[in-house]
């Protein structure tokens, strides 16, 4: 297996990337106890490089966690994979963002659906701050789910299969139900998933990483699965109002739907794309400006994102 686990007992690696977190350390850590009881657990943090005291505040408020210093801003898949390398034997690793909240027993409810319905990624529902749900399911991308997403908005497309990604509409989050992909905000992934699927691709440095991991595990027979009476509070970050990530998010997808298609159907995504955010910057949005003039950019969509790409302080928690 690989490194760190352990076939033996039901040990979670409590995995969580910081940069510039401080902030939401105390209330994170707060959450764990509460939220992984039932559970035999760890935690494992990696900084990238904050320049806050982030890594101190792990330290005073969790002595026992592990802190991995980067030295760099690497990335929010390079620091996963450099924490689950680090962290003690474990069978199964959550990964959480910083401004995550756990709610009683998450964790254990987590686990006990992944152990009974053998799922690679197991998800819990998502909440806002103020009670409002947040859609954590996703469809795989396709050139008709980004034209409905650019014609209908993601909400209403949505509650359309074939039209939309982000999986809309209370029905589908009542139910314990396999997805293609999932937010990547907090995820349980089985040590069998790990092993097969594992390590996160580290090129693409801040968004569509999760999509790419949980779209290659459902390949190798490793599903998504919702546990919808696991419920974590997601402060969420700052991805719908920042151009600069926004952008960068828009980019990623492009790369990421051009790794699994031909040409010509990459073009025609990367059409809608374009349709969505010109539309919308038309309406005054500044991230869709910002993604329109990304999109229209070869060398943009040539690059290959890193530090010099997003300095958003608040870049690794900007996860919906």
């Known amino acids: 297996m690989g490194a760190g686990l352990d076939s033996k007992g039901d040990t979670i690696a409590v995995v969580v990337v ?7 350390i105390a209330d994170l850590v707060a959450s764990l106890g509460p939220g992984m009881e039932g559970t035999s657990w760890h935690l494992t943090v990696a900084d990238n490089a904050s320049s806050d005291a982030s890594a101190a505040a792990v330290r005073r408020l969790a002595p026992q966690a592990l802190v991995v210093e980067m030295g760099r801003n690497a990335g929010y898949a390079a620091a996963i994979n450099a924490a689950v390398a680090a962290a003690a034997p474990h069978s199964a690793v959550l990964v959480l963002n910083p401004d995550i909240r756990l709610a009683p027993r998450c964790g254990q409810l987590l686990l006990a659906t992944q152990q009974r319905t053998g799922a690679g990624i197991v998800v819990p529902r998502l909440e806002r701050g103020d009670g409002h749900a947040i859609p954590v399911l996703r469809r795989e991308p396709t050139v008709l789910r980004a ?46 998933c790990w092993r097969d699927c594992g390590p996160w691709d580290e090129s693409f440095f801040l968004y569509s990483e999760e999509t790419e991991f949980a779209l290659r595990a ?33 980019l990623n997808r492009v790369r990421l739907y051009r790794r699994r298609h031909q040409r010509a159907a990459t073009a025609a995504y990367w059409g809608a794309l374009l349709l969505r955010e010109v539309s919308r910057a038309a309406a005054g949005s500044e991230p869709s400006r910002a993604a329109a003039r990304a999109l229209l950019s070869p060398a943009r969509l040539r690059e290959t994102p890193g530090p010099h790409t997003v300095h958003s302080a608040s870049a690794t928690a900007a996860r919906a």
């Open 18 to 24: 910081t940069y510039n977190s401080e902030r939401l």
């Open 218 to 250: 459902r390949d190798a027979g490793h599903p998504t699965r919702l546990a919808p009476q696991a419920l974590a509070v997601h402060l969420e970050g700052d991805s719908k109002v920042s151009p600069r990530l926004w952008a960068l998010l828009t």
């Open 147 to 192: 034209l409905g997403d650019a014609v209908l908005g993601a909400r209403r497309a949505g509650r359309i299969p074939v039209l939309g990604e982000v999986v809309t509409g209370q029905h589908y989050y009542a139910a314990e139900s396999t997805t293609d992909w999932a937010a990547g905000s907090a995820m349980l992934i089985s040590p069998e």
